[in-house]
Nanobody, 123 residues
Framework: QLQLVESGGGLVQPGGSLRLSCVVS????????IGWFRQAPGKEREGVSC????????TYADSVKGRFTISRDNAKNTVYLQMNSLKPEDTGIYYC????????????????WGQGTQVTVSS
């Protein structure tokens, strides 16, 4: 059974950095695209970034381009989201999710989800 576990969230000041990890178990990561999504209080869930199964394709929301970097280590069954220059509007629960091979903009196409990790950006 596919399981995803996020970690690395926390409280950080504006301008700071965090690195989120998504560890996948139950299957090999080789054939799965992994997406990061976030949900702020009172707002809908939004896509943040995604990386294809091969790592050859990555996507970013406009709001995080140039600040966030997604990467994967298939040997460790782990996908990372490096978040730099954090802003208060980056606050939310961050989830990773898996789908077969290619990324997609529609979160409904991601069949497996983690429980989320809280990121709070505040002074």
């Amino acid at each position: 059974q596919l399981q995803l576990v996020e970690s690395g969230g926390g409280l950080v000041q504006p301008g700071g950095s965090l690195r989120l990890s998504c560890v996948v178990s139950g299957i090999t990561l080789d054939y799965r695209a992994i997406g990061w999504f976030r949900q702020a209080p009172g707002k809908e869930r939004e896509g943040v970034s995604c990386i294809s199964s091969t790592g050859g394709s990555t996507t970013y929301a406009d709001s995080v381009k140039g600040r966030f970097t997604i990467s994967r280590d298939n040997a460790k069954n782990t996908v990372y989201l490096q978040m730099n220059s954090l802003k208060p509007e980056d606050t939310g629960i961050y989830y990773c999710a898996a789908k077969f091979r290619q990324c997609a903009a529609n979160s409904v196409l991601f069949g497996s989800w983690g429980q989320g990790t809280q990121v709070t950006v505040s002074s």
